[in-house]
Protein backbone atom coordinates (compact mmCIF):
# COMPACT_ATOMS: atom_id res chain seq x y z
CA UNK A 1 0.00 0.00 0.00
CA UNK A 2 1.32 3.56 -1.12
CA UNK A 3 -0.48 6.24 1.10
CA UNK A 4 0.66 9.92 0.53
CA UNK A 5 0.13 12.79 3.25
CA UNK A 6 0.06 16.28 2.31
CA UNK A 7 -0.10 19.21 4.34
CA UNK A 8 1.09 22.70 4.57
CA UNK A 9 4.34 24.24 6.51
CA UNK A 10 2.77 23.30 10.01
CA UNK A 11 0.17 21.42 9.76
CA UNK A 12 1.01 18.22 12.02
CA UNK A 13 1.70 16.47 8.93
CA UNK A 14 5.00 14.81 10.58
CA UNK A 15 2.98 14.04 14.00
CA UNK A 16 -0.04 12.53 11.78
CA UNK A 17 2.27 10.23 9.53
CA UNK A 18 4.32 9.24 12.53
CA UNK A 19 1.18 8.02 14.26
CA UNK A 20 -0.08 6.60 10.96
CA UNK A 21 3.14 4.63 10.49
CA UNK A 22 2.69 3.22 14.40
CA UNK A 23 -1.15 1.87 13.80
CA UNK A 24 -1.13 1.15 10.06
CA UNK A 25 2.39 -0.38 10.11
CA UNK A 26 3.32 2.07 7.21
CA UNK A 27 6.79 2.94 6.68
CA UNK A 28 6.99 6.45 6.96
CA UNK A 29 9.50 7.72 4.56
CA UNK A 30 9.73 12.18 4.82
CA UNK A 31 12.44 13.88 2.82
CA UNK A 32 12.01 16.64 4.79
CA UNK A 33 13.50 14.57 7.69
CA UNK A 34 15.91 12.60 4.86
CA UNK A 35 17.16 15.73 3.36
CA UNK A 36 17.81 17.34 7.63
CA UNK A 37 19.83 14.42 8.59
CA UNK A 38 22.15 14.68 5.03
CA UNK A 39 22.48 18.51 6.11
CA UNK A 40 23.03 17.18 9.90
CA UNK A 41 25.96 14.43 8.63
CA UNK A 42 27.33 17.46 6.24
CA UNK A 43 27.20 14.58 3.33
CA UNK A 44 27.44 15.82 -0.22
CA UNK A 45 23.91 16.27 -0.70
CA UNK A 46 23.50 18.15 2.82
CA UNK A 47 25.89 20.75 2.03
CA UNK A 48 23.83 21.19 -2.03
CA UNK A 49 20.60 21.89 -0.07
CA UNK A 50 21.26 23.73 3.42
CA UNK A 51 20.67 27.07 1.74
CA UNK A 52 17.66 26.22 -0.04
CA UNK A 53 16.27 24.66 2.57
CA UNK A 54 17.23 27.43 4.69
CA UNK A 55 15.88 30.13 3.03
CA UNK A 56 12.29 27.65 2.26
CA UNK A 57 12.80 26.84 -1.41
CA UNK A 58 12.34 23.18 -2.59
CA UNK A 59 15.78 21.38 -3.59
CA UNK A 60 15.94 20.32 -7.16
CA UNK A 61 13.46 17.75 -8.57
CA UNK A 62 16.04 15.30 -9.97
CA UNK A 63 17.90 15.35 -6.69
CA UNK A 64 14.72 14.71 -4.34
CA UNK A 65 13.33 11.95 -7.06
CA UNK A 66 16.91 10.38 -7.40
CA UNK A 67 17.07 10.01 -3.54
CA UNK A 68 13.08 8.62 -3.38
CA UNK A 69 13.82 6.31 -5.79
CA UNK A 70 16.75 4.58 -4.36
CA UNK A 71 14.62 4.11 -1.24
CA UNK A 72 11.83 2.42 -3.01
CA UNK A 73 14.25 0.45 -4.89
CA UNK A 74 16.01 -0.98 -1.76
CA UNK A 75 14.51 -4.56 -1.95
CA UNK A 76 15.32 -4.73 1.98
CA UNK A 77 12.36 -1.75 2.10
CA UNK A 78 8.87 -2.42 2.95
CA UNK A 79 6.11 -1.95 0.63
CA UNK A 80 3.78 -0.02 2.75
CA UNK A 81 4.74 3.31 2.60
CA UNK A 82 3.18 6.45 3.73
CA UNK A 83 4.97 9.39 1.75
CA UNK A 84 5.59 12.22 3.89
CA UNK A 85 6.82 15.61 1.98
CA UNK A 86 6.95 14.17 -1.63
CA UNK A 87 6.04 14.40 -4.68
CA UNK A 88 5.68 18.58 -4.26
CA UNK A 89 5.52 19.61 -8.11
CA UNK A 90 4.05 17.99 -11.23
CA UNK A 91 7.33 16.36 -12.15
CA UNK A 92 7.95 14.73 -8.73
CA UNK A 93 4.41 13.36 -9.06
CA UNK A 94 4.69 11.88 -12.74
CA UNK A 95 7.80 10.45 -11.54
CA UNK A 96 7.16 8.82 -8.69
CA UNK A 97 3.51 7.61 -10.80
CA UNK A 98 6.77 5.78 -13.06
CA UNK A 99 8.59 4.13 -10.36
CA UNK A 100 5.66 2.51 -8.76
CA UNK A 101 4.42 1.53 -11.84
CA UNK A 102 7.51 -0.29 -13.00
CA UNK A 103 6.83 -2.52 -9.98
CA UNK A 104 3.27 -2.65 -10.75
CA UNK A 105 2.15 -0.21 -8.03
CA UNK A 106 -0.04 2.74 -7.95
CA UNK A 107 -0.23 5.57 -5.03
CA UNK A 108 -3.61 4.19 -3.24
CA UNK A 109 -4.45 7.50 -1.07
CA UNK A 110 -3.74 10.54 -0.61
CA UNK A 111 -4.44 12.69 2.50
CA UNK A 112 -4.54 16.20 2.34
CA UNK A 113 -4.82 17.73 5.76
CA UNK A 114 -6.52 21.36 5.47
CA UNK A 115 -5.44 24.11 8.61
CA UNK A 116 -6.33 27.56 8.22
CA UNK A 117 -2.80 29.90 7.71
CA UNK A 118 -3.06 31.70 11.04
CA UNK A 119 -3.09 28.94 12.67
CA UNK A 120 -0.10 27.63 11.01
CA UNK A 121 1.86 30.92 11.53
CA UNK A 122 1.24 29.95 15.14
CA UNK A 123 2.65 26.63 15.10
CA UNK A 124 5.37 27.05 13.23
CA UNK A 125 7.20 29.62 15.14
CA UNK A 126 6.16 27.57 18.35
CA UNK A 127 8.11 24.56 16.85
CA UNK A 128 10.82 27.07 16.16
CA UNK A 129 11.13 28.11 19.92
CA UNK A 130 10.92 24.00 20.85
CA UNK A 131 12.82 22.69 18.23
CA UNK A 132 15.06 25.57 16.36
CA UNK A 133 14.37 24.39 12.57
CA UNK A 134 17.01 26.38 10.43
CA UNK A 135 13.54 27.39 8.13
CA UNK A 136 11.39 28.08 10.54
CA UNK A 137 11.68 31.98 10.17
CA UNK A 138 9.26 34.30 9.39
CA UNK A 139 10.78 35.09 5.95
CA UNK A 140 11.27 31.60 5.63
CA UNK A 141 7.68 30.17 6.34
CA UNK A 142 6.15 32.78 3.89
CA UNK A 143 8.64 31.18 1.07
CA UNK A 144 7.44 27.67 2.23
CA UNK A 145 3.55 28.20 2.26
CA UNK A 146 3.83 30.25 -1.14
CA UNK A 147 5.54 26.65 -2.37
CA UNK A 148 2.86 24.70 -0.93
CA UNK A 149 -0.11 26.61 -2.39
CA UNK A 150 1.92 27.27 -6.08
CA UNK A 151 2.69 23.93 -6.80
CA UNK A 152 1.79 21.59 -4.14
CA UNK A 153 -2.22 22.11 -5.28
CA UNK A 154 -1.43 21.04 -8.36
CA UNK A 155 -0.09 17.20 -7.56
CA UNK A 156 -3.40 16.80 -5.80
CA UNK A 157 -5.50 17.70 -9.07
CA UNK A 158 -3.05 15.27 -10.48
CA UNK A 159 -4.02 12.56 -8.36
CA UNK A 160 -7.96 13.61 -8.76
CA UNK A 161 -7.46 13.60 -12.32
CA UNK A 162 -6.02 10.34 -12.08
CA UNK A 163 -8.63 8.45 -10.28
CA UNK A 164 -6.51 8.62 -6.51
CA UNK A 165 -8.73 8.88 -3.78
CA UNK A 166 -7.57 12.15 -2.01
CA UNK A 167 -9.56 13.00 0.96
CA UNK A 168 -9.14 16.81 2.38
CA UNK A 169 -9.11 15.82 6.13
CA UNK A 170 -9.76 19.53 8.30
CA UNK A 171 -6.20 19.41 10.35
CA UNK A 172 -7.61 21.37 13.44
CA UNK A 173 -7.94 20.12 16.84
CA UNK A 174 -5.59 17.55 18.73
CA UNK A 175 -3.41 15.21 17.78
CA UNK A 176 -6.16 12.65 18.33
CA UNK A 177 -9.17 14.28 17.01
CA UNK A 178 -7.33 14.62 13.25
CA UNK A 179 -5.80 11.35 13.91
CA UNK A 180 -9.47 9.57 13.88
CA UNK A 181 -10.30 11.68 10.85
CA UNK A 182 -7.96 10.55 9.00
CA UNK A 183 -8.19 6.96 9.93
CA UNK A 184 -12.27 7.20 8.75
CA UNK A 185 -11.25 8.69 5.61
CA UNK A 186 -8.98 6.16 4.84
CA UNK A 187 -11.12 3.68 5.62
CA UNK A 188 -8.33 1.31 7.03
CA UNK A 189 -8.57 -0.30 10.37
CA UNK A 190 -5.25 -0.61 12.52
CA UNK A 191 -3.25 -3.91 12.69
P1 LIG B 1 9.34 19.34 5.13
O1 LIG B 1 9.93 18.78 6.39
O2 LIG B 1 8.57 18.33 4.34
O3 LIG B 1 8.54 20.61 5.38
O4 LIG B 1 10.57 19.74 4.19
C1 LIG B 1 11.51 20.71 4.60
C2 LIG B 1 12.28 21.27 3.40
O5 LIG B 1 12.97 20.20 2.71
C3 LIG B 1 11.42 21.93 2.32
O6 LIG B 1 11.12 23.28 2.62
C4 LIG B 1 12.34 21.79 1.09
O7 LIG B 1 13.39 22.73 1.14
C5 LIG B 1 12.96 20.41 1.30
N1 LIG B 1 12.12 19.33 0.70
C6 LIG B 1 11.52 18.29 1.34
N2 LIG B 1 10.85 17.50 0.49
C7 LIG B 1 11.03 18.05 -0.74
C8 LIG B 1 10.56 17.72 -2.05
N3 LIG B 1 9.76 16.66 -2.27
N4 LIG B 1 10.94 18.52 -3.09
C9 LIG B 1 11.74 19.59 -2.90
N5 LIG B 1 12.20 19.97 -1.69
C10 LIG B 1 11.86 19.22 -0.61
Not at 35 to 55: H, N, P
Not at 126 to 139: F, I, K, L, N
Request: glycine share 8%; charged share 30%.
Amino acid sequence: MIGIIFGPPGSGKGTQAARIETEFRLTHLSTGDILRSEVARGTEIGKEVARVMAAGDLVPDDLIIRIVQRILRDPDGSSDVLIDGFPRTLQQAMALDRMLAEEGHRVDFVIALEVPESALVDRILHRAAVEGRADDTREAIAERMHEYHKLTAAVLDHYRKRGVRVEVVDGVGNVDEVFERIRRAIGISSR
